[in-house]
T-cell receptor, first 111, second 111 residues
Framework: NAGVTQTPKFQVLKTGQSMTLQCAQD?????MYWYRQDPGMGLRLIYY???????DKGEVPNGYNVSRLNKREFSLRLESAAPSQTSVYFC??????????FGAGTRLSVL | QKEVEQNSGPLSVPEGAIASLNCTYS??????FFWYRQYSGKSPELIMF????GDKEDGRFTAQLNKASQYVSLLIRDSQPSDSATYLC???????????FGTGTKLQVIP
């Protein structure tokens, strides 16, 4: 299906391990986003990218790095995972008319 | 302090009633506002998008924006049990399509 694809869907890490969450969209959108969602907290913006080669911090960037590899792909990296980073992570992209599309989410547990 | 504030609920309404969901925001520069619906374990899906003062109607949904008072609301007429979900308010700010979310309001429609 066309849209926003996130991998993996589930992941369990040990404290201190690193991993990269992948996101790709095939809708030729300029802007892409990474959010995390914790119970009762809504969606909190981690980083966003307005175009290839640019990234900006959101509300909760600490402990994360991002790469906008090309127009299609926007990855999120945890260099040293902590239990506080246990969450559901959503990637999204947005049209020129401000309609945002979300991936299915990555459920991450850090033990 | 979140830039977008919502009452977490739960808001309980009987089937067939009008559900009223509210959201306030702090940034007078915010351009546009969104209402998303999110079922448990699923990704958010866009319901309404509003950027002008006043009302915008789409089927059973009406979004209301009051920029002077800095609030956005969503009315759901003839509420159905299938409307039971968490409703997320979001704002778009700046020239780079930055989208941030409130914490969400859980709606329960009682048959």
């Amino acid at each position: 299906n066309a849209g926003v694809t996130q991998t993996p869907k589930f992941q369990v890490l040990k404290t201190g391990q690193s991993m990269t969450l992948q996101c790709a969209q095939d809708m030729n959108h300029n802007s892409m986003y990474w959010y995390r969602q914790d119970p009762g907290m809504g969606l909190r913006l981690i980083y966003y990218s307005a175009s290839e080669g640019t990234t900006d911090k959101g509300e909760v960037p600490n402990g994360y790095n991002v790469s906008r590899l090309n127009k299609r792909e926007f990855s999120l990296r945890l260099e040293s995972a902590a239990p506080s980073q246990t969450s559901v992570y959503f990637c999204a992209s947005i049209t020129n008319t401000n309609i945002q599309y979300f991936g299915a989410g990555t459920r991450l547990s850090v033990l | 302090q979140k830039e977008v504030e919502q009452n977490s609920g739960p808001l309980s309404v009987p089937e067939g009633a009008i559900a009223s969901l509210n959201c306030t925001y702090s940034d007078r520069g915010s351009q546009s506002f969104f209402w998303y619906r999110q079922y448990s374990g699923k990704s958010p899906e866009l319901i309404m998008f509003i950027y002008s003062n006043g009302d915008k109607e789409d089927g059973r949904f009406t979004a209301q924006l009051n920029k002077a008072s800095q609030y956005v609301s969503l009315l759901i007429r003839d509420s159905q049990p299938s409307d039971s979900a968490t409703y997320l308010c979001a704002e778009l700010t700046g020239g780079y399509q930055k989208v941030t979310f409130g914490t969400g309001t859980k709606l329960q429609v009682i048959p």
